[in-house]
């Protein structure tokens, strides 16, 4: 089993989600984050002061996946969530060990 936790940008959401339930891919975990990469913010005008913004507004989604779906799930995220622009995000995968649904007991791949 492996963990995708993708950092995305928030009006990409509906998207990526539509492209994972279209692989049949059915539970995510969706967070809102706030964060910054190489961009490293902007500056705003707020009533004729200038300040930083330094954490952006992002969405963080996380899904554990049995081994043979991970490719087709990255693939999924990657074209929708992008934009060609700075920040549209990363994706990480993790090795899971071990998965338990805390209602059956049920365990492995059964659990997810």
């Known amino acids: 089993m492996k963990k995708i936790e993708a950092i995305i940008k928030p009006f990409k959401l509906d998207e990526v989600k539509e492209a994972?339930?279209?692989i049949g891919l059915q539970g995510i975990t969706?967070?809102?984050?706030k964060g910054f990469g190489r961009q490293k913010?902007?500056?705003e005008l707020y009533r004729g002061a200038e300040?930083?913004?330094d954490f952006l507004p992002k969405v963080k989604i996380e899904l554990v996946i049995d081994d043979n779906l991970v490719?087709?799930?990255i693939e999924a995220i990657q074209q929708s969530a992008?934009?060609?622009r700075i920040g549209d995000g990363k994706i990480f995968i993790t090795q899971v060990e071990e998965a338990?649904?805390?209602?059956?007991?049920?365990?492995?791949?059964e659990a997810i």
């Open 82 to 84: 992008h934009t060609g």
């Open 71 to 73: 490719e087709g799930a």
């Open 41 to 43: 913010g902007h500056t």
């Open 30 to 33: 969706v967070l809102e984050a």
């Open 100 to 109: 338990i649904r805390v209602r059956t007991g049920e365990r492995g791949t």
């Open 51 to 53: 300040y930083v913004v």
């Open 20 to 22: 994972l339930h279209e």
